[in-house]
């Protein structure tokens, strides 16, 4: 019998099977809902059969590891030849705290090192502003300036971790310090290996850490790629993200399509700048949120490179294989974790984690338990570690590549979610690109929306939420919490006033000035900015230049 | 009504907590609103009252921002009275407009109020009115009414101002046919925005175009201008072309008080002239004691008799 | 004839956290429960909190933060709307505050907090429940 025949002769016994076996079933135990559904509104079969992935080509939708399309994973021997990097973000306090915590991190097996900035830095504020009075150190390190970069990597050589920086608005600058760092520490710009978040298309709509307007954004970004791709070229420029979309309140299908886009924009950015879609693309990297819906999330990760590949061989013309294939991180999604009964946390993390592994990730970070309490405790944070630890050598699941692959379920999801992805791009192209989308509020519009309906869903106990609108208890569970001291502040002010005298000022000055002339010609920031870090100049002084030429800008709200 | 008497007071001597406090007595439309802006009243008439409106994407919020700073560099103080729709179905509405002037709100000489369109039993127009009075008796030099040329009523709001600018943006669809005809007929002043864009000149030529269709005589020429609001670009020639307009309008006034004036003073020329010599006439002729004995009789009463004699005098003429 | 009179609520991010998920639900909660809500955006310092419940007169005032910094801003709006005698708005918060910090919160006049997972519908009553009577 033909491939077709057997099809049809499964459909065929697929309807006896629904009239014959399945009301017997139905009737002694009805199913639970109507119609399942999940958060992106896929409805979600009772069984799934052949005739569901008949239109599936494996050479052309799936391949091997390695190998255009790269769904099955962008190295041919993935886990089995290298775990997923255990990237756990942190950062609070001083940079001395930071430093504490990144080597107690690294002694309990993590395996490259993610920066978490307080919100002064993030916003390009030094901590003596006025603004910053009350947040220096609480939610991440304060990194004023060069000094407070090179504490933070006291007795960590960056020539032999890579680092990841979550910073976007100030990129720029935090970068730079990396690179004066690396070349006081005497290691080539060639070796620098790492991420700068980067992003700031996500922040207009998602995560709203926003300085600049959005061209002179854009511009700042594309500046950080160009000069990687000529002085930095093992550092990852840009972190294409949609984990903060998803935190924000959109679907998976809304977090695929909306960072995918961000992407192709990027990347006419830099092609419009000049350069040649093979010279930078291969480090263009990305960055996702793992969910609790299991198979809608492995389904998601898999799409994502199948549709980047595409779009990077179609649409863009790539050569080189390597700029088809799509790299990532994954983070476990912090707004699916609850206050309530937070030892249930890790039991949430363990599976979104699994899904990220089982998809084929690069990188992972794991959340801690406390995560909707406070800043992770050293216990909490190590519990997380060791969540990753477990999956990588106790439960097997890296030990073949793909296997969720064949999956007449997860195969058909993948599709689907690729399919919807596609419609989104186009309604993006026909409103003009993503700058227009956003000046419009649509991300926004969709994100509230979805948002809404989560939340609506879960005060209708259509949604349950264990421990929170179900299976609730009285009980507190006591939780030493971590709590930053008031102290920290006062402390890195009065250095960093200490600096402001020490340093020469007179250099400082001269090169904002360089720095404010250079701006204004529209030239690649990089090398000026590089040389204000190496004369001690802070990030809110530079900051401070660029918002005099480029202007502040406010979100717009869509509820 | 001592409650009023306080509030009046407090607005009168610039007091933010009173201004404030007489808004929501208006939004409430109670019997002392009315009594608040009969006393308010005669404080008024000082104030530039502009309005602006345009679809929402044109950057109205970041602009008016900077018309607030240009003005408060030269010294003026300013209210601003952001209305924004109440939905149909909750009764509810979600005020944002203030989001991009935020960083004003802590400046001493601005005022910014945000009022929802309810259901007004007077219409928003006359809730909006009144608080721009408030703001206007408060000493505010320039009042600004914002709002989203959408609906019809968004165009009543819109003529409580005296001058209206009328704001566009490239790029956010086929926004000048589809802005209501309502709007193109009021506006003063035009501005494209995101004068950066692509089709900000072609922008300002279909709005040139327009008005070209429009044969009505006016003494003002809407100007069409443009702006980078995110920059400022722009923002001092339309402030320039906005005191223009108030000029005018005070020249318009003047010329047309002056031709009112003048319009009494021929009338009363006229009257007197006729009159006297119709008396004149009557005297000369010996009827005009029969005419007064007729009146004090109660037989005829005097503007019976000044008809009779004008219509007589008139078929003399001919 | 009156027109209906509404809730005024003034829903603030103080600081310079960006978190506005639960912000704008909140919002958009009360906007349908029939409120009139005026959002200020983010990044507001605490005196332009207070100089925007003073001119737009509010019923209420909803403060949103998950930064940990609620601990320095708090007391300082409390005390600035004791300077601008605006002490009979309801004012509430929403966020990541720490239970221990609750009741140092409560003391100094933040009438109730609402962490992670509150339902909306119990916010949405505890402000038609709590707003003050205004003649």
Not at chain 2, 293 to 316: G, R, T, V
Request: proline fraction near 4%; glycine fraction near 8%; include cysteine.
């Amino acid at each position: 019998m033909s491939d077709k025949g057997k099809i049809n002769e499964i459909a065929k016994e697929l309807e006896r099977w629904e009239k014959t076996t399945l009301p017997k079933w139905m009737g002694q135990r009805p199913e639970r809902k109507s119609e399942f559904r999940n958060h992106s509104d896929t409805l979600i079969k009772r069984v799934y059969t052949p005739e569901d992935t008949k239109e599936l080509d494996y050479m052309r939708d799936l391949g091997f590891p390695g190998e255009y399309p790269f769904t099955r994973g962008v190295h041919a021997t993935m886990h089995r030849g290298r775990l997923w990097t255990m990237r756990q973000f942190s950062g609070y306090g001083t940079a001395e705290q930071t430093n504490q915590r990144f080597k107690y991190l690294l002694k309990e097996g993590e395996t490259g090192l993610s920066i978490a900035f307080d919100y002064p830095t993030i916003r390009g504020y030094d901590s003596d502003n006025p603004l910053s009075k009350g947040e220096v150190g609480i939610c991440g390190v304060a990194v004023a300036s060069l000094k407070d970069m090179e504490v933070l990597f006291d007795g960590i050589p960056i020539d032999k971790v890579t680092t990841s920086m979550t910073i976007n608005g100030p990129a720029a600058m935090l970068l730079a310090m990396y690179i004066a760092l690396g070349d006081k520490q005497g290691v080539p710009r060639e070796n620098l290996g790492g991420t700068t978040q980067n992003d700031m298309l996500k922040e207009f709509f998602a995560q709203k850490l926003i300085i600049f307007p959005p061209k002179p954004s854009l511009k700042l970004v594309t500046d950080i790629i160009e000069y990687c791709t000529r002085h930095v070229p093992r550092w990852n420029p840009i972190s294409i993200s949609g984990y903060h979309i998803r935190e924000a309140g959109a679907n998976a299908v809304q977090e695929l399509a909306f960072t995918l886009y961000d992407g192709i924009t990027y990347l006419e950015s830099c092609l419009e700048r000049g350069m040649k879609v093979d010279e930078f693309a291969p480090r263009l990297s990305f960055f996702f949120a793992a969910h609790n819906d299991l198979f809608e999330e492995i389904a998601k990760f898999r799409a994502a490179r199948r549709i980047w590949a595409k779009i990077m061989k179609g649409r863009f013309h790539a050569k080189n294989l390597r700029s088809m294939w799509m790299r990532m991180h994954v983070q476990t999604a912090g707004f699916t974790l609850t206050a309530q009964q937070p030892l249930n946390n890790i039991t949430r993390v363990t599976i979104q984690a699994v899904s990220a592994v089982l998809a084929g990730t690069q990188s992972l970070h794991t959340n801690s338990f406390d995560e909707a309490l406070a800043l992770p405790s050293e216990e909490a944070v190590r519990i997380a570690l060791r969540t990753q630890q477990i999956i990588a050598h106790e439960s097997g699941v890296a030990n073949t590549i793909d296997p969720l692959a064949g999956s007449y379920y997860v195969e058909n999801l993948t599709n689907e979610m690729e399919e919807r992805a596609m419609e989104y791009f186009k309604k993006l192209d026909d409103m003009g690109g993503a700058i227009a989308a956003i000046e419009r509020g649509f991300f926004q519009k969709e994100i509230a929306d979805s948002a809404y309906k989560y939340q609506r869903e879960v005060d209708g106990k259509k949604r349950i939420l264990v421990g929170v609108n179900d299976y609730t208890t009285e009980e507190k569970y006591p939780i030493k919490v971590l709590r930053v001291d008031p102290k920290v502040e006062e402390e890195h002010v009065a250095r960093l006033q200490k600096l402001k005298r020490e340093r020469d000022n007179r250099k400082v000055n001269e090169v904002l000035e360089k720095l404010h002339y250079n701006t204004e010609k529209d030239e690649n920031l990089m090398p000026t900015i590089i040389d204000a870090v190496k004369a001690y100049a802070t990030i809110g002084e530079i900051c401070g230049v660029l918002r005099k030429v480029y202007g502040e800008y406010k979100e717009l709200i869509v509820i | 009504m001592p409650k009023t008497d306080k509030i009046t007071r407090g607005v009168l001597a610039g007091d933010r907590r009173s201004i404030a406090k007489a808004i929501t007595t208006i939004e409430n439309n109670t019997a002392e609103a009315q009594k608040l802006v009969a006393s308010i009243y005669p404080h008024t008439g000082k104030a530039h009252i502009i309005g602006l409106t345009g679809p929402s994407g044109s950057g109205k919020s970041t602009l008016i921002e900077k018309i607030i700073r240009k003005y408060r560099q030269k010294g003026k103080t300013v209210g601003v009275i952001a209305v924004d729709p109440t939905s149909p179905f909750t009764g509810g509405a979600f005020l944002g407009d203030r989001i991009r002037m935020q960083e004003l709100s802590t400046d001493q000489g601005v005022f910014i109020r945000s009022m929802a369109t309810r259901n007004y039993l007077g219409g928003i127009a006359k809730a909006t009115k009144d608080a721009v009075k408030i703001l206007d008796a408060a000493g505010k030099d320039v009042v600004i009414v914002e709002t989203v040329g959408a609906g019809q009523s968004e165009v009543e709001i819109i003529k409580v101002a005296q001058t209206i600018v009328v704001l566009f943006a490239p790029g956010l669809g086929d926004e000048i046919q589809a802005i209501k005809a309502g709007i193109m007929e009021i506006a003063d002043i035009f501005v494209v925005n995101k004068a950066d864009r692509e089709n900000a000149d072609k922008a300002v030529l279909d709005i040139q175009a327009m008005l070209q269709l429009n044969t009505k005589e006016k003494t003002w020429k809407p100007p069409v201008l443009k702006t980078t609001a995110l920059t400022g670009e722009g923002v001092p020639q339309l402030i320039e072309k906005i005191v223009g307009h108030r000029l005018f309008l005070e020249k318009e006034l003047e010329r047309k008080r002056s031709r009112e004036k003048a319009e009494a003073e021929l009338v009363e020329a006229i009257k007197e002239k006729v009159a006297s010599s119709i008396i004149e006439e009557l005297k000369k002729e010996g009827k005009l004691e029969e005419l007064l004995q007729k009146i004090l009789e109660k037989k005829m009463d005097p503007a019976s008799i000044a008809e009779k004699l004008l219509n007589e005098e008139f078929k003399k003429q001919v | 004839m009156q027109s209906e009179r509404k809730i005024r609520v003034l829903i603030a991010k103080p600081g310079l956290d960006s978190h506005d998920r639960g912000a704008k639900i909140i919002a958009r909660a009360l906007r349908d429960a029939g409120m009139e809500v005026i959002y200020t955006g983010l990044k507001q310092t605490p005196e332009q909190i207070v100089e925007t419940a003073l001119q737009e007169d509010v019923d209420v005032i909803g403060l949103s933060i998950l930064s940990g910094a609620h601990k320095t801003l708090f007391p300082r709006i409390i005390q600035l709307l004791k300077e601008k005698d605006l002490t009979d708005v309801l004012v509430i918060a929403g966020g990541i505050i720490p239970e221990e910090d609750v009741a140092e919160m409560k003391e100094l006049g933040i009438k109730e907090m609402f962490g992670p997972g509150t339902p909306t519908d119990k916010i949405v009553q505890f402000v038609f429940e709590n707003v003050p009577k205004r003649t």
